[in-house]
């Protein structure tokens, strides 16, 4: 089968399409021909080597975490009505960028018919952080919400989750104002430059913040929380946070605000499928959207690195087998 495998870390020309042998379905498993694969942010991460210190990934590593497909066969103890049917799987921190994935069964969630594969990847992964990061947020609509990072697939999730539960005050942080104009459309009542200014009308602080970046201005957002204000960190797109981040929090130790980390990895799976599969039916509705910023053959994976490397991406890019 087609593959592309990242022969070296760091830019994306270390990405090189290979001749790999099919996967088998083990315990558990099942494998699936991908009609569609995610690229994502961490997959941009892994490939540039900055996770390497935390997550130490082998040369030759396939990447790709989420891909849509139909299953073409199962493991032995793997309930044979699953062959056939359209799903999107998670597939683990690589994996993906392939004609032929494999995954767990408790990582596929069946996807409606009227859904398409490139949407399903879309959604599939930052359709649930989002609605987690939100409640792990306690998250009320009666709240003033900021979404740092608001152009990314998990961003755009947040904010079009915030709006359609009834949130009055969304600001979000973005590079350009052509993207807080397309974030306005989703629910966006403020657009932030990436420091947090910009627009003068804009609520000083906030009741929750959602921060996909992380990175050096995590202390200055802090600041912004209003009292009892909720930060939750749910990414790291510009890199860790200063250790000393919790000193900021302290100063401020009578307005009772809080930073929490959050992963899915602690959401139970089925809980997070369950979330999943009904935001793929309100992608079919018109109640959620899949952003997709462009659609390549998996050959040009090495391109959707570029544009994600260039900030160019505003959802999601797509890979075809
Ligand atoms: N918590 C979880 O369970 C979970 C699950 C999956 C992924 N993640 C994490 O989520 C992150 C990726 O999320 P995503 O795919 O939605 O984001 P993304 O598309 O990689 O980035 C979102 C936006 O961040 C802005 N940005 C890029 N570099 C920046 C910088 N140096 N400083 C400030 N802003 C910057 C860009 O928008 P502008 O140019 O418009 O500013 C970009 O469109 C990763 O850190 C990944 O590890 C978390």
Redesign the pocket.
């Given at each position: 089968m087609r593959a592309v495998a990242i022969q070296r870390f760091g830019d994306p020309t270390g990405m090189a399409m290979i001749e790999a042998p099919c996967p088998i379905a083990e315990r558990g498993q099942v494998i699936i021909e991908t009609g569609a694969i995610g690229v994502?942010?961490?997959d941009?991460?892994i490939r540039r080597g900055t996770v390497a210190d935390m997550h130490p990934m082998p040369v030759g590593l396939i990447p790709g975490s989420e891909v849509a497909g139909v299953v073409a066969a199962v493991g032995a103890d793997v309930d044979e009505s699953w062959i056939g049917r359209r799903v999107w799987a998670f597939t683990g921190v690589g994996g993906g960028y392939t004609e032929v994935a494999k995954a767990r069964v408790g990582d596929i969630v069946p996807i409606p018919d009227d859904l398409t594969f490139t949407d399903a990847v879309a959604i599939g992964?930052?359709g649930p952080?989002a609605h987690f990061?939100l409640s792990h947020a306690h998250f009320g609509s009666a709240d003033a919400v900021l979404v740092r990072?608001?152009?990314?697939?998990?961003?755009i999730a947040t904010v079009e989750l915030a709006a359609r539960a009834g949130a009055q005050i969304i600001a979000v942080?973005?590079?350009?104002t052509e993207?807080g104009t397309r974030l306005r459309e989703f629910g966006a009542t403020h657009v932030l430059d990436?420091a947090g200014n910009g627009d003068a009308s804009a609520p000083e602080s906030f009741d929750v913040i959602v921060d996909?970046?992380?990175?050096a201005l995590v202390p200055a957002f802090i600041d912004r929380l209003a009292p009892n204000g909720r930060m939750v960190l749910?990414?790291?797109?510009?890199g860790p946070v200063p250790s000393d981040v919790g000193s900021r929090l302290l100063r401020g130790f009578q307005l009772s605000r809080s930073l929490a980390t959050?992963?899915?990895?602690t959401v139970p799976a089925d809980a997070t499928n369950r979330v999943r599969r009904e935001q793929f039916v309100a992608v079919t509705r018109g109640g959620l959207s899949a952003v997709v910023q462009d659609v390549l053959p998996l050959d040009r994976a090495a391109d959707a690195h570029r544009l994600?490397d260039a900030?160019q991406?505003?959802g999601r890019i797509v890979l075809t087998p």
């Amino acid at each position: 089968m087609r593959a592309v495998a990242i022969q070296r870390f760091g830019d994306p020309t270390g990405m090189a399409m290979i001749e790999a042998p099919c996967p088998i379905a083990e315990r558990g498993q099942v494998i699936i021909e991908t009609g569609a694969i995610g690229v994502g942010g961490v997959d941009a991460m892994i490939r540039r080597g900055t996770v390497a210190d935390m997550h130490p990934m082998p040369v030759g590593l396939i990447p790709g975490s989420e891909v849509a497909g139909v299953v073409a066969a199962v493991g032995a103890d793997v309930d044979e009505s699953w062959i056939g049917r359209r799903v999107w799987a998670f597939t683990g921190v690589g994996g993906g960028y392939t004609e032929v994935a494999k995954a767990r069964v408790g990582d596929i969630v069946p996807i409606p018919d009227d859904l398409t594969f490139t949407d399903a990847v879309a959604i599939g992964s930052a359709g649930p952080v989002a609605h987690f990061a939100l409640s792990h947020a306690h998250f009320g609509s009666a709240d003033a919400v900021l979404v740092r990072g608001a152009a990314g697939s998990i961003g755009i999730a947040t904010v079009e989750l915030a709006a359609r539960a009834g949130a009055q005050i969304i600001a979000v942080t973005t590079s350009s104002t052509e993207r807080g104009t397309r974030l306005r459309e989703f629910g966006a009542t403020h657009v932030l430059d990436r420091a947090g200014n910009g627009d003068a009308s804009a609520p000083e602080s906030f009741d929750v913040i959602v921060d996909v970046i992380g990175g050096a201005l995590v202390p200055a957002f802090i600041d912004r929380l209003a009292p009892n204000g909720r930060m939750v960190l749910a990414g790291m797109v510009a890199g860790p946070v200063p250790s000393d981040v919790g000193s900021r929090l302290l100063r401020g130790f009578q307005l009772s605000r809080s930073l929490a980390t959050f992963s899915l990895d602690t959401v139970p799976a089925d809980a997070t499928n369950r979330v999943r599969r009904e935001q793929f039916v309100a992608v079919t509705r018109g109640g959620l959207s899949a952003v997709v910023q462009d659609v390549l053959p998996l050959d040009r994976a090495a391109d959707a690195h570029r544009l994600m490397d260039a900030g160019q991406v505003f959802g999601r890019i797509v890979l075809t087998p």
